[in-house]
């Protein structure tokens, strides 16, 4: 198939919404479709939102996103229809952002792929929490406009679908579920990591902690599981990248802090592999996450992800098999318990790897990922013909 990309990120840049619009596009890539790039315009924001943007907060403590508003994203309409033009024999219009969709001139059949609807958001991160009741209402309206565009729409998680099926009138039959996968371009073998977990001590249990966010990536909590595991007799390290939470001359004997490592820069890309290789086990348990590609990249290293029962997250982590999920309220005793079960029998953390690695095989991955995607929108194609 030949399709248009719209995107209003970089496809090339791999830290661009965690590396997804540049995955996203390689994975239909690898499923043998020929890829338009169609990137987008910044819009401008009409001088009744910008004093909208500055009233907002000092009348109300509410804060307004000017991208979920018609007079911004009909800006969009026009160049996109202009690209379009210039390509012929289009199958379908694809996009990373429902958005777009919604603004998107073309009668061709329209899909996008995501991993939370806009109602799904309000009032789960924080960001989302202090919009304006304006926002709120236009932002809504204008998602309802992108799955009435869609010849079908791409969900990452069973959570994520049933916060749109929920908040939303969309048919059934444009509703489906194609995790993403992890955002990795060099996938190991079985035998790498049946190799790794050979190679791997047992004297101290690594605890592996990856997220810009701390606190709702559930540092604090991490942090408390790697002390409470000492507390008990098992040498424990927890290792965290993507942040650093302490000062330099705060940071507990038991935690080594990396900061954040681009895996633009291949000195840094490699230090990051060898975290997840290093690792007994990822541990970050979201008070909030949409989708979670970091526990996939977990999987990918044959590391278990431990991590909570909220949004995306259970669509990855299947219990007892590829890791654990525990109760937002879950205590950090609760974790001690597993982690200590597995990591003192070797032979359960031993399956328990083995399992990771192959959930990231059979589902993942964003090989398979593209080739369910291709295969429904062809199925699409087909009953439109």
Same mark, same amino acid.
Not at 266 to 291: D, G, M, R, T, W
């Given at each position: 198939?030949?399709?248009?990309?719209?995107?209003?990120?970089?496809? =090339?840049?791999?830290?661009?919404?965690?590396?997804?619009?540049?995955?996203?596009?390689?994975?239909?890539?690898?499923?043998?479709?020929?890829?338009? !790039?169609?990137?987008?315009?910044?819009?401008?924001?009409?001088?009744?939102?910008?004093?909208?943007?500055?009233?907002?907060?000092?009348?109300?403590?509410?804060?307004?996103?000017?991208?979920?508003?018609?007079?911004?994203?009909?800006? !969009?309409?026009?160049?996109?229809?202009?690209?379009?033009?210039?390509?012929?024999?289009?199958?379908?219009?694809?996009?990373?952002?429902?958005?777009?969709?919604?603004?998107?001139?073309?009668?061709?059949?329209?899909?996008?792929?995501?991993?939370?609807?806009?109602?799904?958001?309000?009032?789960?991160?924080?960001?989302?929490?202090?919009?304006?009741?304006?926002?709120?209402?236009?932002?809504?309206?204008?998602?309802?406009?992108?799955?009435?565009?869609?010849?079908?729409?791409?969900?990452?998680?069973?959570?994520?679908?049933?916060?749109?099926?929920?908040?939303?009138?969309?048919?059934?039959?444009?509703?489906?579920?194609?995790?993403?996968?992890?955002?990795?371009?060099?996938?190991?073998?079985?035998?790498?990591?049946?190799?790794?977990?050979?190679?791997?001590?047992?004297?101290?249990?690594?605890?592996?902690?990856?997220?810009?966010?701390?606190?709702?990536?559930?540092?604090?909590?991490?942090?408390?599981?790697?002390?409470?595991?000492?507390?008990?007799?098992?040498?424990?390290?927890?290792?965290?990248?993507?942040?650093?939470?302490?000062?330099?001359?705060?940071?507990?004997?038991?935690?080594?802090?990396?900061?954040?490592?681009?895996?633009?820069?291949?000195?840094?890309?490699?230090?990051?592999?060898?975290?997840?290789?290093?690792?007994?086990?990822?541990?970050?348990?979201?008070?909030?996450?949409? !989708?979670?590609?970091?526990?996939?990249?977990?999987?990918?290293?044959?590391?278990?992800?431990?991590?909570?029962?909220?949004?995306?997250?259970?669509?990855?982590?299947?219990?007892?098999?590829?890791?654990?999920?525990?109760?937002?309220?879950?205590?950090?005793?609760?974790?001690?318990?597993?982690?200590?079960?597995?990591?003192?029998?070797?032979?359960? !953390?031993?399956?328990?790897?083995?399992?990771?690695?192959?959930?990231?095989?059979?589902?993942?991955?964003? =090989?398979?990922?593209?080739?369910?995607?291709?295969?429904?929108?062809?199925?699409?194609?087909?009953?439109?013909?």
């Amino acid at each position: 198939m030949k399709i248009a990309y719209l995107t209003n990120r970089d496809p =090339e840049d791999v830290h661009s919404w965690s590396g997804l619009t540049h995955f996203i596009a390689q994975s239909l890539k690898m499923a043998g479709n020929e890829l338009v !790039y169609v990137k987008s315009i910044q819009p401008k924001i009409g001088f009744i939102l910008k004093l909208k943007q500055k009233l907002f907060p000092k009348l109300t403590g509410k804060f307004l996103q000017a991208n979920r508003y018609q007079s911004y994203c009909k800006q !969009y309409t026009k160049p996109f229809a202009e690209a379009l033009k210039k390509e012929s024999s289009l199958d379908f219009i694809f996009s990373d952002s429902s958005e777009l969709i919604a603004a998107a001139p073309t009668s061709l059949p329209k899909a996008f792929w995501v991993d939370a609807s806009f109602a799904g958001m309000l009032n789960y991160y924080p960001e989302f929490s202090i919009l304006h009741p304006e926002t709120v209402k236009h932002g809504n309206r204008l998602e309802q406009q992108a799955y009435d565009a869609a010849t079908v729409v791409f969900f990452a998680s069973e959570w994520a679908a049933q916060m749109a099926r929920t908040h939303y009138n969309i048919p059934e039959n444009k509703i489906k579920v194609v995790p993403f996968g992890a955002n990795l371009n060099e996938a190991l073998t079985a035998a790498d990591i049946a190799s790794n977990l050979n190679q791997k001590s047992f004297d101290t249990c690594e605890l592996l902690f990856a997220g810009v966010d701390w606190h709702r990536k559930g540092g604090p909590l991490a942090l408390k599981i790697t002390q409470e595991l000492n507390a008990m007799g098992i040498k424990a390290q927890l290792t965290i990248t993507g942040c650093k939470p302490f000062a330099d001359d705060e940071v507990p004997p038991f935690v080594k802090q990396m900061g954040f490592l681009s895996k633009k820069n291949p000195e840094q890309k490699k230090i990051y592999q060898n975290l997840f290789l290093h690792a007994h086990f990822l541990l970050v348990p979201s008070q909030a996450e949409c !989708y979670g590609l970091v526990y996939c990249e977990a999987n990918a290293y044959g590391l278990p992800a431990l991590a909570t029962k909220t949004g995306g997250i259970t669509t990855i982590i299947e219990d007892g098999v590829n890791g654990k999920t525990f109760d937002l309220n879950a205590s950090a005793t609760e974790y001690v318990a597993f982690i200590k079960q597995h990591f003192t029998n070797k032979t359960l !953390y031993q399956k328990l790897s083995e399992n990771a690695f192959s959930t990231y095989q059979a589902k993942l991955n964003w =090989e398979v990922a593209g080739k369910s995607v291709t295969e429904i929108l062809k199925e699409q194609l087909i009953e439109q013909a």
